[in-house]
């Protein structure tokens, strides 16, 4: 039953609570593109727009930044490939998702958009300490914030909770929210996670995201890899010589339930060994379908896509000034000298010189966070147009804006968006 009204904060509060928010984006599904004398129509949801065209080359835009499309119409008419741009949300900035029409009759191609899911999930696990008061820790399976919010405790007075956040939260940060202890609910405002969470306790089905494999899970067991429509052939671990017992172990350790917010969060582990996918695992709650926001891994895919147009596509060399490729030799007026030093190999080292490190405190005017607070959605203008904190190469800082330019650079360089800068469009998928 209900603790009772009197009864401490430890009994009331110890445990695990998980709450989840969806954000958006709501424009996703059917889109549909007609082509009737000569003029083009695309349709998705409650939206009805006219594309431009040329050359192939299909675009458009809808109103009140709901999303847009830029795509290809294959010369056989049969496909049109392209990408679906969804707006940033709460916690998502720009993300762009692979969309294949296909020719449903004469002059008419349908096709899904899916784009990415903004969620956010919130476990607070409480727990009592040995001087009475209670401390508290946060996992966050979609972005591990609470690496970033790590906390000191929890306070409960009346109906009244604050959770107390240490360094590295910036400013001195606490989070306050309300307990309902009738119907055992903690709800708490976290501003720049898009406002109020309402958590419940979380049970073995109510927190997928929190426990690896869920709470009481079986005993794991191998099965080889499904065939997929990804390109990669598949296999057995017996045919590629390995064997189960130590990814077993793996799995037993990723499958403990974490005592602090330091503790494994791994969502997947493949693993491909002689061109076939061999071992492929998933955990809190993601599985093969599910969009994962790689956060700072992109930037590790922004220095091969230049690598890759530096071997095999247009003339470009790492020591190549990125304002005069941007600006096509046209430096703007008033330009910070240092600027025009800058060269692709200061983006690739993150020793432009911007001032834009993301973890000082107080934030910098090229922080990721500040990119976000910002109205200009141009973020290449915003990152061209920053201060500058020291000479390119002088000392290196951590900065997102970095390798993000690199995209501006290899859209210089190549003359196409970035998103077809790798290898051109993605084929579309095939049936196995």
Not at 56 to 74: D, I, V
Not at 134 to 160: K, T
Request: aromatic share 10%; net charge negative; with cysteine.
């Amino acid at each position: 039953g209900l603790a009772p009204p009197d009864a401490p904060p430890a009994s009331l509060l110890a445990g695990v609570w998980g709450g989840k928010r969806f954000f958006g984006p709501f424009v996703r599904g059917p889109l549909e593109i007609t082509r009737a004398n000569g003029k083009w129509r695309a349709q998705i949801g409650p939206y009805d727009v006219p594309p431009t065209e040329q050359d192939g080359r299909l675009a458009f835009a809808l109103p009140e930044e709901q999303g847009r499309f830029a795509g290809t119409l294959a010369k056989d008419g049969t496909l049109i490939r392209g990408y679906w741009t969804q707006p940033p949300t709460v916690n998502s900035g720009t993300v762009m998702s692979p969309v294949v029409l296909r020719a449903q009759a004469k002059d008419r191609w349908a096709g899904e958009v899916v784009p990415m899911d903004d969620e956010w999930t919130v476990y607070l696990v409480v727990e009592p300490q040995p001087d009475g008061s209670l401390g508290a820790f946060l996992r966050n399976p979609d972005r591990n914030i609470g690496m970033f919010w790590p906390l000191e405790g929890v306070e409960l007075q009346g109906d009244r909770v604050s959770l107390a956040c240490k360094p590295p939260c910036q400013g001195n940060r606490r989070f306050a929210g309300t307990f309902d202890a009738e119907r055992k609910r903690l709800s708490i405002v976290f501003p720049s996670r898009g406002g109020t969470y309402d958590l419940v306790p979380a049970g073995d089905e109510e927190a997928p995201g929190f426990y690896a494999r869920g709470k009481n899970a079986p005993p794991w067991q191998y099965a080889p890899p499904t065939p997929g429509d990804d390109g990669w052939r598949v296999g057995t671990l017996a045919e590629a010589g390995m064997t189960s017992e130590p990814l077993a172990e793996l799995v037993r350790t990723i499958s403990q339930p974490p005592a602090t917010v330091h503790d494994p969060d791994i969502h997947a582990v493949l693993i491909a060994r002689h061109g076939k996918l061999v071992f492929e695992e998933y955990f809190h709650g993601y599985h093969r379908h599910k969009t994962h926001d790689t956060r700072s891994a992109t930037k590790g895919i922004a220095a091969v896509l230049v690598g890759a147009a530096i071997e095999k596509g247009p003339k470009l060399a790492v020591s190549d000034h990125v304002y005069d490729l941007i600006y096509g030799g046209n430096l703007p007026s008033g330009l910070d000298p240092r600027k025009a030093e800058m060269t692709v190999e200061h983006l690739l080292t993150m020793a432009s010189g911007f001032d834009c490190y993301d973890w000082a405190d107080p934030p910098r005017p090229g922080s990721e966070d500040g990119l976000y607070d910002q109205p200009e959605r141009d973020f290449y203008r915003f990152t061209l147009q920053l201060p500058m904190e020291s000479k390119p190469g002088e000392r290196p800082a951590y900065c997102s804006v970095n390798p993000n330019l690199l995209g501006a650079v290899l859209r210089a360089a190549t003359g196409k968006p970035g998103a077809e800068v790798f290898d051109g469009l993605p084929p579309p998928p095939r049936h196995m």
